[in-house]
C-alpha cells in the first residue's frame, strides 16, 4: 500500500517520527537549554492518544514509525507502548501494517529496555554518543554518565539490536575524535552518523562558533580510511559510505552545507500532538485539539492532510557569518523530537 499522504512536491509521505516526551535526563547543548522549563503532564499526549494519532498515519500508508523524544525510555510504561506497536509489524497489509519500527536515544536506559524492544519487534536504534572521553561527554551532556550510555549500547548489541551512533560535529569540541570513534563503532558493530549542528531554539551556546561542514570533514577521512559511497537508504537524510577498514558505515546528514529535502518522506508529532510537516519549519496543526474537542478519525486525516497540503519544500535553516546570527525555528529540538 502506497501512502495516499502526498505533498505539494510529490513526496509520498511514509515515515513518521513521533515524540513520547519533551523531557531527558540530559541537556545536551546542542538540544537544550541548561534551565529547562518542561510541559505540564495534561499537556503531554497519553500513550492511548499516541497510538490513536500513530494508527491514523499507519492506516494511510506511512510504513516506518521513530520513537524520539526527549528522552523516549525515561517515560514511564514505555514497555507496553511499544510491545503495542510492535504487533502492528505482524498485520496484514490492508490493516495498516508497518515495515519498521524504531527508536532514538542518548543510550542511558538501554541496559533496562533494549530485551523489551527486540521482543516488541525493534531491530535497530539510533544512540546520541559525541565524544568518548568521559570528561567532554560530561560537559556536551551537562549531567550525562558516558558509561551508562556505553553499557547500553553494549546492551543492545547482546540484545540483537542493530546500533547507529549519532554524533554532532562540533568545531573546537569533537572534531578530534572522529577517528577514535570511526574505530570504536568498527570494533563494536556499530555504523557512524556525523550529524551538522542546527540552529533550533535557544540552549545558551553560540552553535556558530562550533558549525563543521562535514563535506571537510569527509574530506579529512578520505585520508586515513577507505570510504566507498553505498546507496543505503534506512528512511531518513544520512548518506552512506562504506569503511573497509571496519566493514561498518559512515554516513553524513548535512541540513546547513548540502540540504536533503527533495526526496524528504518524513513528518514530526510532537508529544503534544502538533504536527510539523518540517524539521526545520514552524508550520504544522494541533491534533491534540481535534482530538480532545471530539474529532473522530475522519476529523484527525482531514488535519493531517490538510498540514501536509502546505508541507514546505525545504528548511530554511542557516548559521550566519557574525557570532550568534541563527536562523531557524525558536523550539528546541526536544520539543520537535529527534
Known amino acids: ?48 492518544e499516541l497510538l490513536r494519532l500513530s494508527q491514523v498515519f499507519v492506516r494511510q500508508g506511512v510504513r516506518r514509525l ?8 525515561v517515560r514511564r510504561d514505555i514497555g507496553p507502548f511499544f510491545e503495542t506497536l510492535g504487533q502492528w509489524l505482524q498485520r496484514p497489509e490492508q490493516a495498516g501494517k508497518l515495515d519498521e519500527l524504531t527508536l532514538t536515544t542518548n543510550g542511558s536506559l538501554l541496559d533496562v529496555y533494549a530485551e523489551t524492544l527486540f521482543k516488541a519487534g525493534v531491530r535497530r536504534v539510533n544512540v546520541s ?10 560537559q556536551i551532556t551537562r549531567r550525562g554518565k558516558l558509561a551508562a550510555t556505553l ?16 554524533t554532532v560535529a562540533m568545531a573546537g569540541v569533537n572534531e578530534d575524535e572522529f577517528d577514535p570513534l570511526l574505530a570504536w563503532c568498527g570494533s563494536v558493530g556499530a ?27 569527509k574530506i579529512d577521512l ?19 559510505m562504506r569503511v573497509a577498514e571496519t566493514g561498518q558505515r559512515i554516513g553524513f546528514i548535512t541540513p546547513m552545507s548540502h540540504n536533503f529535502c527533495g526526496s524528504c518522506n518524513r513528518v514530526r508529532l510532537s508529544c503534544t500532538g502538533r504536527l510539523y510537516t518540517c524539521l526545520g519549519q514552524e508550520d504544522g496543526i494541533d491534533l491534540r485539539d481535534i482530538m480532545r474537542s471530539g474529532g473522530d478519525d475522519a476529523a484527525i486525516l482531514a ?22 546570527v541563527v536562523n531557524g525555528p525558536a523550539r528546541h529540538m526536544s520539543v520537535t523530537g529527534g
Open 222 to 240: 578520505a585520508q586515513r580510511w577507505t570510504l566507498t559511497p553505498v546507496p543505503d537508504r534506512t528512511g531518513g537524510p544520512a548518506r552512506y
Open 1 to 48: 500500500m502506497l501512502s495516499s499522504l502526498i505533498d505539494p512536491a510529490g513526496r509520498s509521505i511514509s515515515y513518521l517520527r513521533v515524540s513520547v516526551t519533551d523531557r531527558c535526563d540530559m541537556r545536551c547543548v546542542y538540544c537544550m537549554a541548561e534551565s529547562m522549563r518542561f510541559l505540564p503532564r495534561e499537556d503531554v499526549l497519553s500513550f492511548e
Open 191 to 217: 555504523d557512524l552518523c556525523l550529524i551538522e549542528t542546527m540552529p533550533m531554539g535557544d540552549t545558551g551556546t553560540d552553535r556558530t562558533a562550533s558549525y563543521l561542514p562535514l563535506s571537510k570533514v
Open 151 to 166: 553499557n547500553g549500547i553494549k546492551a543492545a548489541r547482546a540484545a540483537g539490536l542493530a546500533v547507529r551512533i549519532n
Open 66 to 73: 521513530r520513537i524520539t523524544g526527549g528522552e523516549p525510555l
Open 129 to 138: 554518543l559525541d565524544t568518548l572521553n568521559e570528561d567532554r561527554f560530561a
Open 303 to 324: 488535519g493531517i492532510q490538510d498540514a501536509i497540503a502546505r508541507k514546505p519544500t525545504g528548511h530554511d535553516f542557516l548559521l550566519g557569518q557574525e557570532a550568534g
